[in-house]
Each structure stands twice: as structure tokens, then as C-alpha cells.
């Protein structure tokens, strides 16, 4: 039987990776917008760099979905 | 602040600015004409196409060159609109504010015609084109000032109080050297806080100073200027020079010894001129190479915190000097100059 602890830990996993990608994103989208102003041609690079941060939300995905299968 | 927008897209200006090779490549241009087609492949195109129509020629190089930085100054400008950085972006524009006034004092002294005059001003400050305009059609140097003084423009009042001396002597560097003093006061006041950027803006401006004082020093000792006339002319705000060490460079009384003194400063360099040069001194090597220091001085805030609005200052002082290496490179295939003569009046950066 689990409490409490469990969901709000998931949850914890959960929100602290999708806002460092927030803020990741925010800072990237930002500049590449800046990037893609002034040289289009950059544009393939700058959506792949756009979504490297992707990877932090899907690893706290992963981690708050472990703390419930396994702690279960 | 984060200037991510910003600086990405300075960033992706200063790629475009020509390098040493293509400046070299414009250099081996053996005519005029045969720089305008070199430079159509240069991202001055589009302002080339546009001034060639009306002036042919030298005049339509320089029209383009000017109306480029213009544009630049401009664009930048307003990527930085309603910014906390854009007070540091107005030190540099309103540096144009002070050249396009002491351009047209000089033009009403020496009643050069409106249109020379007008081929000079660079509207990226304060003053637009329509108020550069207006200023041009007074006829005389005190019309300008008593115009300035209607638009309640702050630079009329260092003109204000300069005015009189100016009428007792007659000399217009005392006009020019009023706005100076204000400019820098003013710049100076802008960057006095703690933050990193700040120190280094603050300490490029304070440079900037001590050049222009070793520079009018140089040429005082030149002239044999008087020491009482002298000292108030030189400015305040220097990085390594406060008013104690000016009264003692003054005090120097030559151009030898106020290089010699230089040795135990950042500006050293400038004794290595004296020892190639073997005491020939031109005072106009020595601008050359105090105005090559500071550019390259300039230029490096652009390779610092990619973050700060540094890069934007950087770049401004690179793009600057592109501008002034092309219209070195203009005006010399105009005049038959050769390219050693020429590459040694350019700076790269």
C-alpha cells in the first residue's frame, strides 16, 4: 500500500524536468529565432538544437514513471 | 539580461562583414569601377545600386557606405527598443549626434555649401535627416546654436556656454571641445554602475579619453600651446589619466617625453613607433596607431560574454571600421594610391 509520497515524488520528477526544458527551450528559441533572421540557411540546425532539451522532460517522464511502477 | 535574440542575430551580422582576404581582394582593384563591381558581390549591393543612380563614381561609394551604416545603426537600434540595453547602444549613436554638429559648425565657419556638408552627416542619433536638414539651412554658427536651444536639445547648452569664448577667439576647436566634454560626461554617467558590462563600457569610454588626450596633447606640444589655454581643453573620465597626471604630461612640454612617459603605461606601443621610425615623429602616425589601439580594444567586447550587450558594441566598432576601411580603399584607387600605401592606413580587425 502506498501513501501520498508516491504521486507528489512522481510529480516532482515530472514538473522539475519540464520546466528546465521550458527554460532551455525558451532561451534557445530565442536566439535561434535571432540566428534564423539573419542567416535562414541555419534553420535545419537550429530545430535539432531546439529539441536537444526534449530529452530532459522525457527523463523525468521516464524517473516519475519508474517511482510508481516500482515503489507499486 | 539576456540579449539570446539579440546577440544571435549581431552574431549573425558580423559573419557578413568582410574579411581581411576580401578587403585585400578590393585593395588589388585596379580602378574605381572595378571596385564598384567587386563590392555589388558584397552585402553593400543593394545601398550601391541605390547611390549610384544619382552620383556616379567615388561619391556614389560613399553615399552607399554611409547609407549602410546608417541602416545598420538603425536596425540595431530597434532590436533594442524599450531595452535596458539600449542606453548603452545610445552611447555609441549619439557619438554621431556630436560629429554631425561639429560637421556642420565646421561647414557654417568655413561656408562650405549645404549639399558637401549634408554628404558628411551620418542621421543615426538624435538628429534625424529632416532635423540635420533644418540645422543646415541657418546661416551662420549662432543660428545653429540658437536653433538648438529652441528644440531644448541638451547639447546646446555646452555650445551656450562655449559661445562667448568662442567669439573672443575665434577658434572653433573651442566649440568642438565643449561637446566633447558633454558627450563623454554624459556617456560616462550612463555606465556608472557595478555590473560587468557596465565596467567594460565604462572602460572602453575611459580609453577612448586618454587617446583623445595624448592625441590633443601631441598636437599642443606641436603648437606650443600655452599651458593655462591648454589644460582646460583636456578631458576628464580617462582610464589612466585623472586631471593630476594631465597637469604633469602637460608639464612634460614634449612630444619625446610624453611618449617616453607612455612606457609605464597601457599605451606603450607607441614608443616602439619611435624607435622604428628613428625620430622622424609624425603626429599622424601616432592618431593612426592610438585610433588602431582603440579600435581593436573595441572590437574585443564583441568576443566576450556572448550574453552581453557588449557583442552589440563590439560589433558596432567593427562594422564602423569596415565602412572606414572601404572609403580608405575608395578614396585611395581615386587618388592612385598605392595598395602598401593603402593597406598601411587600413586597420583590420
Same mark, same amino acid.
Given at each position: 500500500m502506498t501513501g501520498w509520497e508516491v504521486p507528489i515524488g512522481a510529480a516532482i520528477a515530472f514538473v522539475g524536468g519540464a520546466i528546465a526544458t521550458g527554460i532551455a527551450q525558451s532561451k534557445i528559441g530565442a536566439a535561434g529565432a535571432g540566428a534564423v533572421a539573419e542567416r535562414p540557411e541555419s534553420g535545419g540546425t537550429i530545430i535539432i538544437l531546439e529539441a536537444l532539451p526534449e530529452t530532459l522532460v522525457i527523463l523525468g517522464f521516464v524517473v516519475a514513471a519508474m517511482i510508481i511502477i516500482m515503489v507499486e | 539580461m539576456d540579449n539570446g535574440y539579440v546577440n544571435a542575430r549581431i552574431k549573425g551580422m558580423y559573419s557578413r562583414l568582410l574579411d581581411k582576404k576580401a578587403l585585400s581582394n578590393l585593395i588589388l582593384k585596379p580602378d574605381i569601377s572595378s571596385l564598384i563591381t567587386a563590392l =555589388? =558581390?558584397?552585402?553593400y549591393r543593394e545601398d550601391l545600386e541605390r547611390a549610384l543612380v544619382g552620383k556616379p563614381g567615388l561619391y556614389g561609394i560613399e553615399e552607399a557606405l554611409r547609407q549602410n551604416l546608417i541602416r545598420t545603426i538603425k536596425k540595431i537600434s530597434e532590436f533594442l527598443q524599450? =531595452?535596458?540595453s539600449e542606453r548603452y547602444i545610445l552611447i555609441f549613436s549619439s557619438r554621431w549626434d556630436v560629429h554631425n554638429l561639429k560637421t556642420i559648425l565646421r561647414g557654417k565657419r568655413i561656408k562650405v555649401p549645404t549639399m558637401q556638408i549634408r554628404e558628411n552627416? #551620418?542621421?543615426?542619433?538624435?538628429?534625424d535627416e529632416s532635423l540635420l536638414s533644418e540645422l543646415l539651412k541657418q546661416s551662420d554658427i549662432k543660428s545653429v546654436i540658437d536653433l538648438l536651444a529652441t528644440w531644448e536639445v541638451a547639447y546646446a547648452t555646452p555650445l551656450i556656454q562655449a559661445f562667448p569664448e568662442y567669439n573672443a577667439h575665434g577658434d572653433l576647436f573651442i566649440l568642438e571641445n565643449a561637446l566633447d566634454h558633454y558627450y563623454y560626461e554624459q556617456a560616462l554617467s550612463l555606465v556608472n554602475g557595478k555590473s560587468t558590462e557596465e565596467r567594460k563600457i565604462r572602460e572602453i569610454i575611459g580609453t577612448e579619453i586618454d587617446l583623445i588626450n595624448i592625441k590633443s596633447l601631441l598636437m599642443m606640444f606641436r603648437d606650443h600651446v600655452d599651458l593655462q589655454d591648454a589644460e582646460p581643453m583636456l578631458l576628464d573620465g580617462g582610464k589612466i589619466f585623472d586631471r593630476k597626471i594631465l597637469r604633469l604630461l602637460l608639464e612634460l612640454g614634449s612630444a619625446e617625453s610624453l611618449v617616453e612617459y607612455? !612606457?609605464?603605461?597601457?599605451?606603450?606601443?607607441l614608443s616602439d613607433l619611435r624607435t622604428t621610425e628613428e625620430d622622424t615623429l609624425k603626429i599622424s602616425a601616432y592618431q593612426h596607431l592610438l585610433d588602431e589601439y582603440l579600435i581593436r580594444q573595441a572590437v574585443r567586447l564583441y568576443r566576450g !560574454?556572448?550574453?552581453? #550587450?557588449t557583442v552589440v558594441i563590439g560589433y558596432l566598432w567593427a562594422k564602423y571600421t569596415e565602412v572606414m576601411n572601404l572609403r580608405i580603399i575608395a578614396r585611395c584607387k581615386n587618388a592612385l594610391i598605392s595598395p602598401e600605401d593603402m593597406e598601411a592606413e587600413m586597420v583590420y580587425v
Open positions: - | =555589388e =558581390e558584397t552585402p524599450g =531595452e535596458k552627416l #551620418v542621421p543615426s542619433g538624435e538628429f607612455m !612606457d609605464e603605461t597601457p599605451y606603450r606601443f !560574454d556572448p550574453f552581453s #550587450v
